[in-house]
T-cell receptor, first 110, second 113 residues
Framework: GEDVEQSLFLSVREGDSSVINCTYTDSSSTYLYWYKQEPGAGLQLLTYIFSNMDMKQDQRLTVLLNKKDKHLSLRIADTQTGDSAIYFCAEKAGRRALTFGSGTRLQVQP | NAGVTQTPKFQVLKTGQSMTLQCAQDMNHNSMYWYRQDPGMGLRLIYYSASEGTTDKGEVPNGYNVSRLNKREFSLRLESAAPSQTSVYFC????????????FGSGTRLTVV
């Protein structure tokens, strides 16, 4: 069955770059997403990438997709304390609903 | 503001009690979803509704029922709550195929004692 995996925790210093990684198993995935969840809040869509792309950039966010290895990453440049949150990777294949990873907690230290 | 509204935000139930979680969206989306979030397990799909009048089971449907009351509203019912249903519940909605991603509500934190 489908599976999406992420590491649970990442700690960086303010101003550094953060890289959050995700792997998925379903080769028929068509869209891959990154969501951000702040404490006590719902999930907010950050960005997404279509499976025929290998990179997408949006201001401080860069998404890299290696379809051969089924590996997705989210790079946050110049990480700020306001970026502290849980980041979820999700994939969509066919008509199936989104499948989410377990989330990576990003801690930004001043 | 347009979006997905969930009620209540917090609830404590005793084992065996029943309750309904409410969800409404005002974006004219066709599809709606219920997920539960547990520590270290991410979000797991309980039920979804691809369009008004249809509902389908997700990954973890046991112990739950849903109703798509109309295009705007999608409710989740726990008939006999169990401690294993202690979780944070999120409702989401999307355009028909959901390719642009989902819009989430702010969640209902449910504790079953």
């Amino acid at each position: 069955g489908e599976d999406v995996e992420q590491s649970l925790f990442l700690s960086v210093r303010e101003g550094d770059s953060s890289v959050i990684n995700c792997t998925y198993t379903d080769s028929s995935s068509t869209y891959l997403y990154w969501y951000k969840q702040e404490p006590g809040a719902g999930l907010q869509l950050l960005t997404y990438i279509f499976s025929n792309m290998d990179m997408k950039q949006d201001q401080r966010l860069t998404v890299l997709l290696n379809k051969k290895d089924k590996h997705l990453s989210l790079r946050i440049a110049d990480t700020q304390t306001g970026d502290s949150a849980i980041y979820f990777c999700a994939e969509k294949a066919g008509r199936r609903a989104l499948t989410f990873g377990s989330g990576t907690r990003l801690q930004v230290q001043p | 503001n347009a979006g997905v509204t969930q009620t209540p935000k917090f609830q404590v139930l005793k084992t065996g009690q029943s309750m309904t979680l409410q969800c409404a969206q005002d974006m004219n989306h066709n599809s709606m979803y219920w997920y539960r979030q547990d520590p270290g397990m991410g979000l797991r799909l309980i039920y979804y509704s691809a369009s008004e009048g249809t509902t389908d089971k997700g990954e973890v449907p046991n112990g739950y029922n849903v109703s798509r009351l109309n295009k705007r509203e999608f409710s989740l019912r726990l008939e006999s709550a169990a401690p294993s249903q202690t979780s944070v519940y999120f409702c989401a909605s999307s355009e028909a195929r959901g390719l642009d991603g989902y819009t989430f509500g702010s969640g209902t934190r449910l504790t079953v004692v």
